[in-house]
């Protein structure tokens, strides 16, 4: 497709460079609108932080396994960083499931009668605290484990 040839941009008038901005500006517009509403449409079902999130998470994930296929421990910093994520994911779910998208999503699923699994139930957030054992390994504690009167 050959080019436009650009006539000398001194021979042009102001109406003409008026006319060359509109054109441009038409058409940053309608691509910005495009763009716009690709994205809302996507956020309508997964918004864009939970997305983010969930693949730093899953990256945070896989080096964990870079370290235990070369046979070496996985090193505390990694197994921390693991368990932020995994508060920042129940916390991010939370947000979703109390009134943000996920909550929509979900009731919206709950009516369709073809569905294969129950969307009706609601997801509960129950803590769980997680104490170290003497290999600085970290293991879960119920809260329902804790002696009464305990918080942890």
């Known amino acids: 497709m050959a080019e436009e040839e650009e006539p000398n941009t001194a021979q042009l008038s102001e109406r003409e460079y008026l006319f060359r901005i509109s054109r441009d500006l038409k058409t940053l517009l309608t691509v910005m609108s495009k763009f716009t509403f690709a994205m809302a449409q996507a956020e309508s079902e997964i918004p864009e932080n939970m997305r983010r999130f969930m693949n730093y998470m899953h990256d945070v994930h896989d080096v964990t396994y870079m370290y235990e296929e070369r046979g070496l421990p996985v090193p505390k910093h990694q197994l921390r960083e693991m368990e932020r994520c995994d508060d920042r994911y129940r916390q991010l779910l939370k947000e979703q499931y109390e009134g943000g998208t996920f909550e929509r999503v979900r009731s919206e699923m709950a009516k369709d009668t073809e569905n294969r ?13 997680h104490k170290e054992n003497s290999h600085g390994q970290s293991t879960v504690e119920k809260e329902s484990e804790r002696p009464s009167g305990e918080e942890g």
Do not use: A, E, N, P
């Open 117 to 129: 699994w129950d969307h009706s139930r609601q997801l509960t957030f129950h803590g769980h605290k």
